[in-house]
């Protein structure tokens, strides 16, 4: 079903399957698709974001289960406190799954990443649909969940053109200048391949 998505600044996007079918105004797209499915979302329609740091955040840290979180806490555990974990394929398969969670919860739609040796790993990013970008080398910055946080300057995916994969997210800032200021954790929704994949309760 064609599904119109808009911001409270009035701008929209058409989307179509795993597509986005036109981009304009609201008014425009339901003069164009008056039958179509229309999600109306506070703040502003972005481009997704990528995050740059895919490797260290899904491969090289483990996020604990809620159930953990009077034990382990619930921010993703690295070094030291990793070492110290008993972790099998079936463990770093559902850190991964929650690790992406947590990535599209921030308007993550890719993650930037070498080889992904861990086949847990590899097969829960593959069957959550979060695109994988290359990269040469690791990125530097501070791994974070949130893309505005790692101290690198920040990667959208591609532009939101007919035509184009439907991969987006919206975050509840009036502009681009408080979303940079306030960071992805202002995330209400996140789209991927034309599925809502993310939405904030």
Not at 20 to 48: F, M, N, T
Not at 115 to 141: C, I, K, T, Y
């Amino acid at each position: 079903m064609l599904t119109i998505h808009a911001d409270s600044q009035g701008r929209a996007l058409a989307v179509d399957g795993a597509w986005i079918a036109q981009a304009g105004s609201l008014e425009d797209l339901l003069a164009d698709r008056p039958r179509a499915r229309v999600r109306r979302w506070p703040g502003i329609l972005s481009p997704g974001l990528v995050n740059l740091h895919g490797n260290e955040l899904l491969e090289e840290a483990y996020h604990p289960d809620p159930r953990e979180a009077d034990e382990l806490g619930t921010e993703p555990l690295t070094r030291d406190a990793l070492a110290a974990l008993a972790m099998d394929d079936a463990r770093w398969g559902a850190s991964a799954r929650r690790g992406v969670q947590r990535m599209l919860a921030h308007g993550t739609v890719a993650a930037a990443c070498g080889e992904l040796r861990n086949r847990a790993v590899r097969d829960a990013v593959r069957r959550s649909g979060l695109g994988v970008v290359g990269r040469l080398g690791r990125p530097g910055g501070t791994p974070s969940l949130d893309p505005y946080a790692c101290g690198l300057p920040v990667m959208f995916a591609e532009p939101r053109e007919p035509g184009s994969a439907a991969r987006f997210a919206v975050f509840d800032v009036p502009d681009e200048a408080a979303l940079a200021a306030r960071g992805a954790g202002t995330c209400v929704a996140t789209v991927v391949e034309g599925r809502l994949v993310y939405r904030r309760r």
